[in-house]
């Protein structure tokens, strides 16, 4: 890609490796949307230099801005229009007390602003300049009568002097809209504020939303600046730009440090679905290029190298940490999940906050490790592994032949990850397809083409899937950002759960679907779309109860212990420290509810609180309702040690030991560790036939795993408690 066709003029005196941010005493607003101004309707094209401070306007109507229609949110009502052309005039006192200029829009779809001729900013339309019947690139939505907060576009002071003049000055903006006379609505708010360099007050107050930049930080965290010349990044397709990475290890990295880690050119765009629409913290996803625009595989901060990477930015998610809670927890089950580094990011010189620097999901030997499905693997054992898909929102690209839970009717949809929809074969979709059908035809029938169910999926990252997004209680879980993958039948060919994916409003972060209750499965949940039904189908097999029973005991006593995750949650947050209050300086969010919070916390320590208590409780629930048998050996006749309980498990000082006694023979309950070391042992004598129970205090006994024994003379029995 040639990217020198996206320069502005206004931008070539930009350093782009570090940030000219002059010092700011206060802010003031030059020109207010409300401000009277004068407009143009494009019906016609406007004279070439309408723009310019020396363009007579006296043609022009006079109004109060904004101009548009159809939210309420503008001052001056017009009929619709695919574009109209706006003239605001202001005075400089001085340009040498300025230190730098802040456009903040609001608007609906899309904009090109300049003063006194010079582009300032742009987004989300063509052209050089826009004709007036140019129709913006994609819908962009206001965000001020939705109690949000413009886009802010910022200049720094090497710009500032290119463009502003001392006397009377012109802020001239041309707004289109994405569907031109068809269009419901128009919108077009505009503020040009400047950071003034003294106490004295020339201009006005900001309007009361508006929030001061942050300027130079210092942080322990890497920085990431992504410069597209002012342009707004779109949902898609990417455009453009350049990054570059602060990162100086054990020491602090500061905001206006020269790039250290990484710099160089990458091709960006937002992503998301409903975070997309709603909040105005956004992800993003780029890729990075050489200088010629060619895809490269490259690593910084201790990622391995690839090109394709993710920007999370939690928003609703104020404990800015649920992604990164559930991507470790994970992987603390093995199989591949993406890593995480939590970065402070820079757009355009603008402060965006904390993020979450992610691997996008693909197949790639650092990632998703299975085979590469060429064009010509159309036949023989190169044929059946490679593939990537997941179950999601959008359109789908087959279904299944199955209902999904609780939906008579509706059946789930899959979409191709690896190879992608355009890429794939017809052999190979074909193939794929067929795969999971005859799964899914064994998993409902219990067996299909001569295999059973456990033939066609590796049980034990089916197990592991559901053991994660059931303790995060994910509202999107099975159904929403659920990837699956196929290795080659050489090297087993079966089909895996994962990697797992979004968990902004997991762990108790929704108040739909029960996601705010500890208790409950989320797998059988009556949950919008709902699920596909392999995991009821699953729930109701012994053998995966069973390997689920063996897992969880397992993991209780080490990665998912409760003081393990909460020390880990301790730990994150101390390493965040101070870029926290920055986070919120920038997105002050923490006295209000933001979709889809169940409930308030009016501080960051109270969000934290709120995590922890949750999983706790949660952690409880799992304890009480996963059942199965895991380790229990009944190496006799079972009738001599009938119906054996042990209760609480897990338990805090005392358990329960319940059974149906046969016999009056005489028997041990002995407890061992993981080890073989023998802890505990009390004898029973010739106790009568019938009910038999003891409560056993284990009050000296460190947290951990343990077996406990039943041993008689005829007869022994074991099982795993946990402490």
């Given at each position: 890609?040639?990217?020198?066709?996206?320069?502005f003029?206004?931008?070539t005196?930009c350093?782009i490796?570090?940030f000219?941010?002059?010092?700011?005493d206060?802010?003031e607003?030059?020109?207010?949307?409300?401000d009277?101004?004068?407009?143009?309707?494009?019906?016609?094209a406007p004279?070439?230099?309408w723009?310019?401070?020396?363009?007579?306007?006296?043609?022009w109507?006079?109004?109060?801005?904004?101009?548009?229609?159809?939210?309420?949110?503008?001052?001056?009502i017009?009929e619709?229009?695919i574009?109209?052309?706006?003239?605001?005039?202001?005075?400089?006192e001085?340009?040498?007390?300025?230190?730098?200029?802040?456009?903040?829009?609001?608007y609906?779809?899309?904009?090109?602003?300049?003063v006194?001729?010079?582009e300032?900013?742009?987004?989300?339309?063509?052209?050089?300049?826009?004709?007036?019947d140019t129709?913006?690139s994609?819908?962009?939505?206001a965000?001020?009568?939705?109690s949000?907060?413009?886009?802010?576009?910022s200049?720094?002071?090497?710009q500032?002097d290119?463009?502003?003049?001392?006397?009377?000055n012109?802020l001239?903006?041309?707004?289109?809209n994405?569907?031109?006379?068809?269009?419901?609505?128009?919108s077009?708010?505009?503020?040009?504020?400047?950071?003034?360099?003294?106490?004295?007050?020339?201009?006005?107050e900001?309007?009361?939303?508006?929030?001061?930049?942050?300027?130079?930080?210092?942080t322990?965290?890497?920085?990431?600046?992504i410069?597209?010349?002012n342009?707004?990044i779109?949902?898609?397709?990417?455009?453009?730009?350049?990054?570059?990475?602060?990162?100086?290890?054990?020491?602090?990295?500061?905001?206006?440090?020269?790039?250290?880690?990484?710099e160089?050119?990458?091709?960006?765009?937002?992503?998301?679905?409903?975070?997309l629409?709603?909040?105005?913290k956004?992800?993003?996803?780029?890729?990075?290029?050489?200088e010629?625009?060619?895809?490269?595989?490259?690593?910084?901060?201790?990622?391995?190298?690839?090109?394709?990477w993710?920007?999370?930015?939690?928003?609703?998610?104020?404990?800015l940490?649920?992604?990164v809670?559930?991507?470790?927890?994970?992987?603390?089950?093995?199989?591949?999940?993406?890593r995480?580094?939590?970065?402070?990011?820079y757009?355009?010189?603008?402060y965006?906050?904390?993020y979450?620097?992610m691997?996008?999901?693909k197949?790639?030997?650092n990632?998703?490790?299975?085979?590469?499905l060429?064009d010509?693997?159309?036949?023989?054992?190169?044929?059946?592994g490679?593939?990537?898909?997941k179950?999601?929102?959008?359109?789908?690209?087959?279904?299944?032949?199955?209902?999904?839970?609780?939906?008579?009717?509706?059946k789930?949809?899959?979409?191709?990850?690896?190879?992608t929809?355009?890429?794939?074969?017809?052999?190979?979709?074909?193939?794929?397809e067929?795969?999971?059908?005859?799964?899914?035809?064994?998993?409902?029938?219990?067996?299909y083409?001569g295999k059973?169910?456990q033939?066609?999926v590796?049980?034990?990252?089916?197990?592991?899937?559901?053991?994660?997004?059931?303790l995060?209680?994910?509202?999107?879980a099975?159904?929403?950002?659920s990837?699956?993958?196929?290795?080659?039948?050489s090297?087993?060919?079966?089909?895996?759960?994962?990697?797992?994916?979004?968990?902004?409003?997991?762990?108790?972060?929704?108040?739909?679907?029960n996601?705010?209750?500890?208790?409950?499965w989320?797998?059988?949940?009556?949950?919008?779309?709902?699920?596909?039904f392999?995991?009821?189908?699953f729930?109701?097999?012994?053998?995966?109860?069973?390997?689920?029973?063996?897992?969880?005991?397992d993991?209780?006593?080490?990665?998912?212990?409760?003081d393990?995750?909460?020390?880990?949650?301790d730990e994150q947050?101390?390493?965040?420290?101070?870029?926290?209050?920055?986070?919120?300086?920038?997105?002050?969010?923490?006295?209000?509810?933001?979709w889809?919070?169940?409930?308030?916390?009016n501080?960051?320590q109270g969000?934290?609180?709120?995590?922890?208590q949750?999983?706790?409780?949660?952690?409880?629930w799992l304890d009480?309702?996963?059942?199965?048998?895991?380790?229990?050996?009944?190496?006799?006749?079972?009738a001599?040690?009938?119906?054996?309980?042990?209760?609480?498990?897990?338990?805090?000082?005392?358990?329960?030991?319940q059974?149906?006694?046969?016999?009056?023979?005489d028997?041990?309950?002995?407890?061992?560790?993981v080890?073989g070391?023998?802890?505990?042992?009390?004898?029973?004598?010739?106790?009568?036939?019938?009910?038999?129970?003891?409560t056993?205090?284990?009050?000296d006994?460190?947290?951990?795993?343990?077996?406990?024994?039943?041993?008689?003379?005829?007869?022994?029995?074991?099982?795993?408690?946990?402490?």
């Amino acid at each position: 890609m040639n990217y020198s066709k996206y320069i502005f003029t206004v931008f070539t005196l930009c350093i782009i490796s570090v940030f000219g941010i002059g010092q700011v005493d206060h802010w003031e607003t030059a020109v207010f949307a409300s401000d009277d101004c004068r407009y143009f309707k494009g019906t016609t094209a406007p004279p070439s230099n309408w723009n310019r401070p020396e363009f007579n306007s006296a043609n022009w109507i006079k109004a109060t801005g904004g101009i548009g229609y159809g939210d309420a949110d503008d001052q001056t009502i017009i009929e619709p229009v695919i574009s109209v052309f706006i003239r605001y005039e202001f005075t400089v006192e001085s340009i040498e007390e300025i230190a730098e200029v802040i456009l903040d829009a609001d608007y609906d779809d899309g904009f090109v602003a300049y003063v006194n001729g010079v582009e300032i900013a742009r987004s989300l339309v063509g052209g050089n300049p826009p004709a007036f019947d140019t129709h913006a690139s994609a819908l962009h939505e206001a965000t001020l009568y939705q109690s949000g907060v413009p886009e802010r576009f910022s200049l720094n002071q090497n710009q500032v002097d290119i463009f502003l003049r001392e006397g009377t000055n012109v802020l001239s903006i041309q707004v289109h809209n994405f569907d031109g006379l068809q269009s419901s609505d128009l919108s077009s708010n505009f503020f040009l504020s400047f950071g003034m360099k003294t106490a004295s007050q020339t201009y006005r107050e900001p309007p009361t939303w508006f929030i001061s930049p942050i300027g130079i930080v210092q942080t322990n965290l890497p920085i990431i600046k992504i410069d597209t010349d002012n342009r707004t990044i779109p949902d898609e397709p990417k455009i453009g730009g350049r990054i570059g990475i602060i990162w100086n290890g054990d020491t602090m990295n500061q905001s206006n440090d020269a790039f250290n880690e990484y710099e160089g050119a990458i091709e960006v765009e937002k992503r998301g679905q409903s975070s997309l629409s709603i909040f105005p913290k956004v992800n993003y996803g780029f890729e990075l290029k050489d200088e010629e625009g060619n895809d490269i595989d490259t690593s910084f901060l201790g990622f391995p190298k690839e090109e394709d990477w993710v920007l999370h930015g939690p928003y609703s998610d104020k404990s800015l940490m649920r992604n990164v809670l559930a991507m470790h927890l994970a992987n603390q089950l093995g199989g591949y999940h993406s890593r995480t580094q939590y970065v402070e990011l820079y757009i355009n010189e603008n402060y965006e906050g904390i993020y979450v620097l992610m691997e996008k999901i693909k197949r790639d030997k650092n990632r998703v490790d299975i085979a590469r499905l060429r064009d010509d693997d159309i036949e023989g054992d190169e044929l059946t592994g490679g593939y990537v898909f997941k179950i999601d929102k959008g359109i789908p690209d087959w279904r299944s032949d199955f209902d999904i839970v609780t939906r008579p009717g509706i059946k789930i949809g899959f979409q191709f990850v690896s190879p992608t929809k355009d890429n794939i074969q017809p052999e190979q979709e074909a193939y794929i397809e067929t795969y999971v059908d005859s799964f899914e035809l064994a998993l409902r029938n219990g067996s299909y083409g001569g295999k059973d169910w456990q033939d066609y999926v590796d049980l034990n990252s089916f197990v592991d899937h559901l053991i994660i997004k059931e303790l995060a209680k994910d509202v999107d879980a099975y159904r929403i950002s659920s990837y699956y993958y196929k290795e080659k039948d050489s090297e087993g060919g079966r089909l895996f759960a994962g990697p797992v994916w979004d968990f902004n409003i997991a762990f108790g972060n929704a108040d739909y679907c029960n996601g705010n209750l500890t208790s409950g499965w989320m797998y059988s949940a009556n949950c919008d779309d709902g699920n596909p039904f392999w995991w009821n189908s699953f729930m109701a097999e012994e053998e995966f109860r069973n390997q689920l029973s063996c897992r969880w005991t397992d993991l209780r006593a080490g990665a998912f212990r409760l003081d393990s995750i909460t020390n880990y949650i301790d730990e994150q947050v101390n390493y965040l420290r101070p870029a926290i209050d920055r986070n919120f300086q920038k997105w002050p969010v923490l006295n209000q509810r933001i979709w889809p919070n169940p409930q308030v916390n009016n501080s960051f320590q109270g969000e934290i609180n709120y995590l922890k208590q949750f999983i706790s409780s949660r952690l409880r629930w799992l304890d009480s309702a996963i059942s199965g048998d895991c380790m229990t050996t009944n190496t006799v006749d079972v009738a001599e040690l009938e119906d054996l309980r042990v209760m609480p498990n897990p338990f805090l000082d005392e358990v329960n030991v319940q059974l149906y006694n046969t016999s009056k023979a005489d028997f041990d309950i002995s407890i061992f560790t993981v080890l073989g070391k023998q802890v505990f042992s009390q004898r029973y004598r010739q106790l009568p036939i019938g009910e038999f129970q003891t409560t056993l205090n284990l009050a000296d006994l460190p947290h951990g795993t343990y077996v406990l024994s039943i041993n008689s003379n005829i007869a022994s029995s074991s099982t795993l408690i946990i402490k």
